[in-house]
């Protein structure tokens, strides 16, 4: 018997009209084979906000090695793992499976560094921090645009399960009891990461794997590029964990499965979940918060500021919907000013957030050949 198969989400769950909620109906292809989470997993695979992953730094920035993890990598090891939990414990597996590849299409270039960045630029030029989290759910629900089969373009129009898996999905977190919330709240009134549980058991689970799937790759990560040995790592998480990132994978995979089945709520046992955090910690202090690993922040975080002034003093002096017409401009602008005019549409819109929207939808390649174009 699986754990958790009469709290799976399917038609048998008290949630589900809530958990199928699109905002808008989504149109109808005749003989579809797909559920409305299926659906979801190929929209947000045919985006363009998922093929930009493969160019955004997960934690290091190397565009000369094809080894190191991106964006696009750590989500497709957020879907297999988040696979063989959420299958052995009788949930879901098509809904982890869109949750997984679109929990991180919110983060900005440059990883983590360059979401503080914004974050700080959008609190002092909007009133309004900047997290990825809720980037992702703006992203689905007011930027991304796909074609219907009859030639439109419309938003992603995800459903609330998927949406709010997005949000929810905060994996920087220290706790070891994680189970959902039962209110159906609005996504839109999220203040901070981490506010509330998601609202699926298979929202936990993808938040769960999150943080399994880069502890372990990340070290790779870094002993490839000499920021740390494998032999540097803590006695007790090699012991426990393993010292290499299948080694740890594993370990966590199966410990958090035979530690939920008796509990109502997924957790790890108390020995690896000790030995979890100090291998946290041990991340942050010599691989994270590294000097080789920080080394161009300060760079980056300058060409942060100036390519937000640039491009605001730049739309302060045309009119993007004139310019779109002239064949004088170039790809780089009619990128920008048919974003511009596409969020100008909306209302309540500002030229501020919409400059922190263009950037943070850039990928790491995108932004430095607009550094180079514009502010050298």
């Known amino acids: 018997m699986k754990k958790f198969i009469n709290e799976k989400a399917d038609i048998n769950n008290p949630k589900w009209n809530n958990l199928i909620h699109r905002e808008k109906e989504i149109y109808k292809r005749e003989n579809d084979l ?21 160019h955004k730094t997960q934690v290091f920035f190397s565009p000369t090695s094809d080894h190191i993890c991106t964006r696009m990598e ?52 909007i009133g309004d ?15 991304e645009l796909l074609e219907d089969c009859n030639s439109n373009f419309e938003n992603m129009n995800l459903t609330y399960a998927v949406r709010d898996g997005i949000i929810s999905h905060c994996g920087e977190i220290d706790e070891n009891c994680i189970k959902p919330r039962n209110g159906y709240i609005d996504l839109n009134n999220y203040t901070y ?19 399994i799937s880069y502890l372990g790759r990340d070290i790779e990560d870094a002993i490839t590029l000499g920021i740390v040995d494998r032999n540097e790592i803590p006695e007790f998480p090699r012991k426990i964990l393993g010292d290499n990132n299948r080694q740890i994978v594993d370990t966590l995979i199966k410990d958090v499965i035979v530690n ?57 002096e045309v009119n993007p919907k004139k310019e779109i017409t002239k064949n004088t401009i170039t ?20 030229i501020k957030r919409i400059v922190v929207d263009y950037i943070a939808g850039q990928t790491d390649k995108f932004f430095l050949n607009e550094c180079e174009l514009y502010l050298e």
């Open 260 to 316: 939920s089945f008796d509990k109502p709520y997924l957790s790890f046992s108390q020995e690896v979940f000790e030995a979890l955090m100090e291998l946290q910690n041990w991340n942050f202090e010599k691989i994270y918060n590294s000097e080789k690993a920080n080394a161009n922040y300060d760079k980056i975080e300058k060409c942060f500021t100036r390519l937000y002034y640039f491009y605001l003093e730049k739309l302060s």
């Open 331 to 350: 790809a780089s602008e009619r990128t920008l000013y048919h974003f511009v005019n596409k969020m100008m549409e909306k209302p309540d819109e500002n």
């Open 129 to 143: 921090s900047f997290w990825h989290e809720k980037n992702g759910v703006n992203i689905v629900d007011n930027i």
């Open 74 to 125: 750590h989500v497709s090891h957020v879907d297999s793992i988040s696979y063989t939990i959420s299958n052995t414990l009788g949930l879901n597996t098509e809904l982890t499976k869109a949750i997984s590849i679109g929990h991180d299409l919110g983060h900005a270039p440059f990883g983590h560094q360059g979401e503080r960045i914004l974050s700080e630029i959008s609190k002092k030029y």
């Open 193 to 211: 990461p981490n506010q509330y549980s998601p609202y699926t058991w298979e929202g936990c689970v993808v938040k769960i794997s999150d943080k």
């Open 34 to 54: 797909r559920s409305d989470f299926e659906r979801d997993y190929n929209r947000i695979l045919h985006s363009n906000a998922y093929k930009r992953m493969k």
